[in-house]
Each structure stands twice: as C-alpha cells, then as structure tokens.
C-alpha cells in the first residue's frame, strides 16, 4: 500500500509509526503525476497543504471518478488555521490532530483506504453497466434489424453494421462453412475500421487455416470462445502480427448453428484488451442465437415463398405444354378488366378447337395426342404477337388473349380492333393447317377459331371465354378452318343447341326415333332390291325431323354411336322380317366415323346384326371424306368387315377428296354416285352426264357395283340406264321417298302382284 507525502521528515516518521504493512513516499514535489497517481493516500501537513493544493486537486482530478483520498495532518498545539478546515471535502478527506497515538493513526488510514477501495468498486461496477446498458442497445437495435430485414445480405449487412456503430468494436463479420470436406468459411457480411484484416488469410474451422482453432472450438462446441488478449493467446500465433496490425486486442466467436443447413459464426473483436466481460458475452450470445432465429425466419419465409411460387405455377400452369392454364387467363384477364375501366385498353379472346385431333388420340394413343398437343402449343406461341398470350384451355382446346394497348404502340376503335383478331385468327388457322408429324405419321388436324371482343361481348373473362366458345361452336359448324365473331344471335343459337342436346337425350332414353326406308330399285326393270334405313325424329306436334337438324349435334356429343348401333340393330331385325315374308332385299345402312372410334372392333357390328340376318345382307355405308381421316386404320377396319361378310359402300361418292391409289387398297364393294352429279343429268352444257360416265367407267374397271341418289325423273333414271346398264342401282323421289315400314311392305306387296 503506497502513501504519497509532502516531505521527506514526515515519511520517516509514518515509516516509524507504520510499519512494514506501508509503503511511504514523498513525490508531491515531483512533478510525477504517474508516481503520484500510483499512490492510495497523500498525506500532507497544513503548510504543504496550502503549498500544494492546486497540484493535490490536479492529482485527485486525474484519479476521478476514483478518489485519491487525502488526510491532512495538524498539531492540535498550535491553532488550526481556518483555510484547512474549509478545505474538508475539497482538497481534504479527513484532518488528524497530533499528537495522536499508532492505532488512531492506523485507523484513519484504513478508513481513507477503504474509502478508495469503494470507489474503485464503484468505478468497475459503472464501467460494467456502460457496458451492459451498451450491449443492450446494440441487442435491441440488431433485434429491430432482425425483424424488418427482407433477405439475408441485408439482415446480415446491417447487424454487422449496427455492431461497431453501437459499440467500441472495430469489427464484426457473419462467415458460414461452404465446403463441409475443407472446411473452409465464407465470409458473408462485415463492417468496420479494421476489415482489411479479414483478406489477408482464408478463415475456416478445421485444421489448418489461420484462424481455425478459435472457430472451429465455437462451432464444435456450439459455444461462445472468447479471446481477451490476442497478442498473448498461444492459438492465435499466427494471427498475432496481423492483429496488432489492424488493432485488433480481444475477440469473441458466437457459433450460428442451424436445424439444417450450413453452420456458420458471428465474430466480433475490439481494440481493447479484456473487453468482454462475462454480461457483455451474454448480451452478445443472446444475439446471436437471435440472428439464428431471424435467419431461421427468413429461409422459412423463403421455403414458403418458393412453395407458393410452385403451387402458384402448378395452379396457373398447364403440366403437359407449360403453356398458362384458364385459371391463369381468368385471373389475369379479370385484373387487366378492372383496371380498363380507368384506361382504354381493348382486346379479344380467341377460342381454338383443334379439328380431328380425338382421331389421332383414339388412333394413335394418348402419348402421341399429348405430343401433338405439345407442337400445337409450341406453333401458337410462334404465331401469335409478343404481346399476346397464349393458353391450354383442357383437351384440343386452346385460347389466346389478344390485347390492343394504346401505352403500347395499339389501337382502340372497334374497327381496328375486330381486323386484328380476323387476322390473328386467320395466321393461326393457316400455321395450324401446315402438316404435323408426330408418332411415324402426318397429320393433318386444322382449328376452328371463335372470337369474342372486349368490352363490346363481356366484361369478366367467364363471360368472355363462354362468348367465344360460342363462336367457335358456329364456326366448327361451317367446316374445318373457319372462324366466326360471336354476336348475341350466336348466343341464342347456342341455347337452342343445348335444348337440342338434352331433348336427344330424352329421346335415346324413350326410344322416340324411327326409321324410314327408301327404295332402291333396278334401272331396268324398276324392281326393288334393297332399302336404305333412313333415321327420323318424330315430334309431339306431328313434325317429323330430318337427320340434318339433329345429327351435328349427336356427332359432337357422342350420342351418335348409341343411335348408330340402333338404327343397325332395327334394320337387321326388320330386313329378318322382310326375309321371312319372302322379301329377299338387301340393307343399307349409313355408319358415322364416331361409331369407329374409339377401339372400334368388327365383331361389335356383327353381334347387332347376325342374331337377326346374315352380315352379308348388309350394306355399311361410309362417307368419302372419313375414309382420309385415318387412312390405315380405317382401312384395316373395312378389311375386317368384310370378312365378316359386310358388304362396304362409299356413299356420296365424288364430293371428297380420296383418290383412286386409296380406293384400290379399301374392301369396298359400292361407290353410291352423290346426287349432286345426277342432278345435272339432261341440262345443256353441264359436265354432270360426263362425269357420272367416268365414275362409272372406274367403278366397272374396279369391279364396283354402283347406286345412283336422287333420280328425280324418269329421264334421269333412262340417261342411268343407257350408261351403266345393270350394274347401277338407283334410288330418288322418281320412284318413291323414304317412307315407314309398313309402307315399304305394300309397296313390296304391289310389286309381287305385278
């Protein structure tokens, strides 16, 4: 214990009365301040007081906040002067009058003593709660940034920051592991004076980078390593002159460990040696285990992100094409029709049904139709604007949302607007046209195209879509490769259309259909041979409809095969009663393509017909156009027929598009000559008698068998006559119209009797 005095007499005598437990020494006249400030007491008389007080208060001023306590000694014998005693609590702790014996000596010391030890405490305990109340605000201000980042370089970026700015730290950087075989850490974030020292060598945690023995104990133990003297801490030797470059004196090392993922560290260093006391690495623990769980909250934040990213893309996109679905177009179009309201963006919805395509799927199977549906996908994206988009609606059926914006370059007048969609609408029917090889074959598949315009047809997307969907229904109705622009007419048809359809579903249940049979009879001697089994509808009111106005419908909702396999049922079982009076006729019977697919199979005709006649007593009459829908298969199938003794006609022969290289492979045995032909028989200047001519030349060369439709004058039927002989059937108004069954009977009935 050092006890500073004013002269050297009076050190001899504390010396004496003190004993060995003190250290006395007279520095007050030096000029010391570093010896002074050593000492824990100053001892000074009343003359040296008033000698030395500005240099005592200059000492205790520089000991402040801890006090430097002074004892000021006066001879009771003599009169105190008043100076000293208003010096008390200034210049003075505490006045001893002399003489005076050891022990109360000795006791005023200690009492002065232990004043210094306090506030020596004090001043710890102070420095601590800086510190603490310090590593408090920095917790909170790095809390604040935990919540509020929005990534992960921002989250860690800014706590780095906020660090050395709250505190007396000159730096703080975030690495994480990036290599598990090396060990080897990435520095991520860090800020501060001394960051240079972060490029000088590579940080990692397993045996040899520099660095590693303080990195990897915090990671493997998963514990806070604190380091309070670099320069004498043996690990980090070759850290050492680095650090003391950079004024780098104490450092801590907080482990990040994740539930998965990478670990990773938050290091922090100070150019003070035994900066971190035990409150503040607790503070600083506490945060980083909540950087832990901020980053925690954001890769979650992120996972959940990503996921509703996919569930957004599964949800608005078509798997098979990755084209956008209807989900996407309803929900985009629906936006861009709200905010139209304030603008003047117009546009139109394009409705593709693709033509033949279930052929190619029943034919060829689904992996080939998907195929084909990924190339028709693939030519609207081609074709289309980029502005435009493109959409699988389900199945063939695809949409393409066209919109003019005058921010973009578009135009906003009807006029303009409805050549736009025409001209898109044709690009897309023309680039659809083009052959498509998929599956080892050709294809020749087409689109029908309906067009609804905003805002003049709807103004939601259902709307809209339902519009054009009603367009293309008219435009399919036209043909392959038409389009049509939806009007509130169309709209009132499609109603009707689906009054149709469900008043054929009553009557398929009810059995309301009947059959008429028209005669078919030879040239010469007017003899009827075979019937032709004709469908009607009749109605409550006593109307009776012809085929045209309901088969479309039957065809295009599938109704047709039920209907179909009916019609070829009741007319064998009628021609069984025709046989079993006596009537040996043949029967004509007109089969759809439908009824051929899919998976269509020739023993399927043959238990229709064989319980009643025998197949060969049956004419399957197909068009001429279906036989090119599918060449191969379709020839395949007829092939089969007729080894099962079905006889095959080609009815409407001359208005499609086969040719005679396909007509010698087909097991056909009739071409039904089109009445179009017949009709032009007799006038002056038309081809017609030349053309019935070489169809029959080429049937007789084949060895066909020829019926002629729609003899509508004995002329006619003479001219058949005189060209074909009795190779050629006819049938037509000339001799009778279809008529009921019973009718027919009386007609048979009238010619056995002649």
Not at 232 to 260: Q, V
Not at 294 to 303: C, D, F, K, P, W
Not at 323 to 334: A, C
Request: net charge negative; hydrophobic share 40%.
């Amino acid at each position: 214990m050092t006890i500073a005095l004013a002269n050297r007499a009076n050190a001899a005598l504390l010396k004496r009365m003190l004993g060995q437990d003190f250290q006395v020494q007279d520095v007050l006249a030096e000029e010391n301040d570093e010896a002074a400030l050593n000492a824990n007491l100053i001892i000074a008389d009343t003359t040296l007081l008033q000698r030395y007080r500005e240099r005592i208060l200059h000492l205790r001023r520089q000991a402040a906040p801890m006090i430097l306590p002074v004892l000021l000694v006066a001879d009771s014998r003599t009169r105190v002067p008043a100076y000293s005693s208003a010096e008390l609590g200034h210049s003075v702790d505490d006045i001893l009058h002399i003489p005076t014996t050891q022990a109360e000596l000795k006791a005023r010391i200690a009492n002065l003593l232990h004043l210094r030890v306090l506030s020596q405490e004090q001043e710890m305990t102070r420095q601590k709660l800086v510190a603490i109340v310090s590593a408090l605000r920095t917790l909170n201000a790095c809390d604040t940034i935990l919540v509020r980042s929005r990534s992960e370089e921002e989250m860690l970026s800014s706590l780095c920051r906020t660090i050395v700015d709250e505190e007396d730290y000159n730096l703080a950087w975030v690495g994480f592991a990036t290599d598990q075989a090396g060990k080897a850490m990435e520095v991520r974030a860090s800020a501060g004076a001394a960051g240079p020292f972060l490029s000088e060598f590579t940080i990692g945690w397993g045996q040899n980078p520099k660095g590693s023995e303080m990195v990897g104990q915090s990671l493997h133990s998963g514990k806070a390593r604190v380091v309070n003297d670099i320069a004498h801490e043996p690990s980090l030797a070759s850290l050492k002159d680095h650090a003391r470059a950079h004024g780098l004196a104490s450092a801590i090392t907080l482990p990040l460990i994740f539930e998965s993922g990478s670990p990773g560290y938050l290091a922090i260093t100070s150019p003070n040696p035994d900066h971190f006391g035990h409150e503040e690495c607790q503070l600083l623990q506490r945060i980083g285990d909540n950087l832990v769980f901020g980053l925690n909250a954001l890769r979650t934040l992120r996972e959940s992100q990503h996921q509703s990213a996919e569930i957004h893309h599964l949800a608005f996109t078509d798997a098979l094409t990755g084209l956008p679905n209807r989900h996407h177009l309803v929900h985009y179009l629906n936006g861009m029709l709200d905010a139209a309201k304030h603008t003047e963006t117009s546009g139109a919805v394009l409705f593709i049904d693709l033509d033949r395509f279930k052929l190619i799927n029943d034919a060829l199977g689904h992996e080939v139709g998907d195929r084909v549906l990924i190339q028709v996908g693939q030519r609207l994206q081609d074709t289309v604007r980029n502005t435009d988009q493109v959409i699988r609606q389900r199945g063939d059926e695809f949409l393409v949302l066209m919109i003019d914006d005058p921010r973009q370059g578009g135009v906003t007048t009807r006029e303009q607007i409805i050549i736009n969609a025409c001209t898109l609408a044709d690009r897309i029917i023309s680039s659809l046209a083009e052959p498509l090889v998929e599956g080892g074959f050709t294809h020749h598949i087409g689109a029908s195209i309906g067009i609804s315009l905003y805002p003049d047809h709807g103004r939601t997307a259902t709307v809209l879509i339902e519009n054009a969907d009603k367009a293309m229904f008219e435009a399919k109705r036209q043909g392959s490769g038409c389009r049509r622009m939806f009007s509130e007419d169309l709209s009132a048809n499609r109603q009707q259309r689906f009054t149709m359809e469900s008043r054929l579903r009553e009557a398929l249940e009810n059995k309301e259909f009947e059959l008429h049979y028209q005669p078919i009879f030879e040239l010469d001697s007017c003899r009827i041979v075979a019937a032709e089994a004709l469908v009607r509808w009749p109605q409550a009111n006593g109307d009776v409809l012809m085929p045209g106005t309901f088969i479309p419908v039957l065809e295009e909702t599938g109704m047709i095969r039920p209907l179909g396999d009916w019609v070829l049922e009741t007319a064998a079982r009628q021609l069984k009663a025709w046989h079993a009076q006596g009537y040996m006729l043949a029967m004509t019977v007109n089969v759809s393509l439908n009824q051929f697919y899919p998976g269509c199979i020739a023993e399927k005709f043959v238990s229709l017909v064989k319980p009643h006649v025998d197949p060969r007593w049956i004419h399957l009459e197909v068009t001429e156009n279906a036989l090119m829908i599918d060449p191969e298969a379709i020839e395949i199938l007829l092939e089969k027929l007729h080894r099962k003794g079905f006889q095959i006609a080609i009815d409407d022969f001359g208005t499609g598009y086969s040719s005679l290289s396909r007509l010698q492979h087909l097991s056909i045995q009739t071409l039904k000559i089109d009445r179009s032909f017949i009709n032009e028989l007799g006038r002056p200047s038309s081809k017609g008698a030349a053309l019935v001519s070489i169809i029959q030349q080429m049937a007789t060369s084949l060895n066909l068998h020829t019926i002629a439709e729609g003899i509508e004058t004995d002329e006619q039927r003479r001219f058949l006559l005189e060209m074909a002989g009795a190779n050629c059937w006819g049938q037509g108004f000339w001799f009778s119209r279809a008529i009921l069954a019973h009718e027919f009977e009386a007609l048979l009935k009238d010619q056995r009797q002649t």
